[in-house]
């Protein structure tokens, strides 16, 4: 009942949401001469240093790939959501703090912020993305039908990074050094992740590891789909999924019962 309560409180600001996200999408390109037109140019770029570089300067390869793009699909393929992972998570965790303004002079959900970041980061992944599909249209790698695949994965993968999130935001605000110290985390992590690297490549023991990361089954998921061209390992994502669910309970636990508590320390 609480949550269905909270979700109705959202659906009532959804006005305040979608106007804050339309606010800070056209504050990003604000001033500049080619305005809105960067949201394409900036991941095009990097889409095409990704596919020429790796695929056509370095020659690097995939172990079981013969694709000329493999290893590019395969780089982007972790890139991207290993980035709007990061993204959805390093910004939730100070959202609160930094709209510490807002929260003190307008009475609304608290919840919306978490929810702006979210749409946000997903926006932006929407744009690029969207090209990286064409990429994957025209270069003849798209995946077919698998490509479905893709949204339960993405799914699962934002709801572990709001969980998440709105754990590290609610705990930052009474302990700062949360926020330096995931930061920092977030580093050793994204190298802990197979997003630019075979697990092919790791040691034996090493590999043991990765089934303590719950990002490794979700990156791999995106990779069997975009570039193995296969469903992914449904089994392995039971790990994220249940972690997903937990954080999320949390989070809203602790949201409930800190959020008078936040106003007062902001």
């Not at 001469?33 to 995939?62: D, E």
């Not at 809203?252 to 019962?257: G, P, S």
Request: include cysteine.
């Amino acid at each position: 009942m609480i949550i269905m309560g909270r979700l109705r409180n959202l659906a009532a600001y959804r006005g305040f949401i979608l106007g804050s996200v339309q606010r800070e999408f056209q504050s990003k390109y604000r001033n500049s001469i080619l305005g809105a037109a960067w949201t394409i140019l900036n991941p095009l770029a990097m889409i095409v240093v990704y596919t020429v570089i790796f695929s056509q300067v370095m020659h690097n390869r995939l172990p079981d790939s013969t694709s000329t793009f493999g290893y590019s699909i395969y780089l982007c393929a972790g890139v991207l959501h290993w980035n709007l992972f990061a993204e959805i998570t390093s910004k939730a965790q100070t959202v609160f703090i930094d709209q510490a303004g807002l929260i003190k002079k307008i009475n609304f959900p608290r919840l919306c912020l978490p929810v702006i970041v979210v749409a946000n980061a997903l926006l932006n992944y929407a744009i690029i993305f969207g090209l990286f599909t064409l990429f994957l249209v025209f270069s003849g790698n798209f995946p077919g039908a698998v490509f479905a695949a893709l949204l339960p994965v993405l799914a699962l993968q934002v709801l572990l990074a709001v969980g998440l999130g709105i754990v590290l935001g609610v705990l930052n605000v009474f302990f700062r050094d949360v926020g330096q110290f995931f930061s920092i985390t977030l580093q050793f992590w994204f190298w802990f992740t197979p997003v630019v690297y075979p697990v092919k490549v790791l040691p034996a023991e090493v590999r043991g590891w990765l089934a303590w990361n719950p990002m490794a089954p979700l990156i791999d998921g995106y990779q069997r789909i975009l570039v193995a061209q296969q469903q992914p390992d449904w089994a392995s994502l039971a790990y994220p999924a249940a972690l997903a669910v937990i954080l999320c309970l949390l989070g809203m636990q602790l949201f409930r019962k800190r959020a008078g508590e936040m106003v007062d320390e902001l």
